[in-house]
C-alpha cells in the first residue's frame, strides 16, 4: 500500500502528464472525469485503462451523457469506467428514443461489401411452431 503523501504525488504526475497528452481532451470535454480517475486510481484501478475506457465512452455517448453517469458514479461512490460505462447503458435502455450508438467499421473496410439479404420473418413463427401445440390449427 502507497503511503498518502506518495499516492499524492503520484497523482498530481499523472495528472500532469494527463493534460499533456491527447487524453487532455478528456478533462476539457469532461472536467469531473479527473475526480472520477483521482478517485479509481487510489483504488488501484489502471489510470491508463480508465482513462481509454472514457475516451471511448466520450466518442459514444458525447459529453453532456458522460458528465452525468460520471457524476452519478461519484455520487454512488463507484468511481470505475465499467460503473460509467453501466450507467450510460441502463440509462439509454430507459430512455428508447435515444440516439443508437455510432460503431466505427473504418477499421473493417470488408465489412462495406456486405450485402445482407431480408427475408421473411413468418419463418420464425414456423420455427417457434411445435407439432404438439393444441393451438395450433395449421394442421387439421
Keep these: 500500500m502507497l503511503e498518502p503523501v506518495h499516492q499524492q504525488a503520484l497523482i498530481q504526475l499523472k495528472r500532469k502528464a494527463f493534460h499533456s497528452a491527447p487524453t487532455g481532451r478528456l478533462a476539457q470535454a469532461v472536467p469531473e472525469s479527473e475526480t472520477l480517475l ?23 455517448y458525447g459529453a453532456p451523457a ?3 453517469a460520471i457524476c452519478e458514479a461519484l455520487e454512488r461512490n463507484t468511481p470505475r469506467a465499467s460503473s460509467v460505462a453501466f450507467l450510460l447503458r441502463k440509462r439509454q435502455q430507459a430512455t428508447p428514443s435515444s440516439r443508437p450508438l455510432a460503431v466505427d467499421l473504418s477499421q473493417h473496410p470488408e465489412v462495406q461489401a456486405i450485402d445482407v439479404q431480408p427475408h421473411n420473418l413468418e419463418t420464425y413463427d414456423d420455427l417457434a411452431r ?4 393444441p393451438d395450433d390449427n395449421t394442421n387439421e
Design 130 to 133: 411445435h407439432d404438439d401445440d
Design 38 to 60: 483521482d478517485l479509481a486510481f487510489a483504488r488501484g484501478e489502471s489510470a491508463a485503462s480508465q482513462t481509454a475506457q472514457l475516451l471511448k465512452l466520450l466518442d459514444l
Design 66 to 68: 458522460l458528465r452525468r
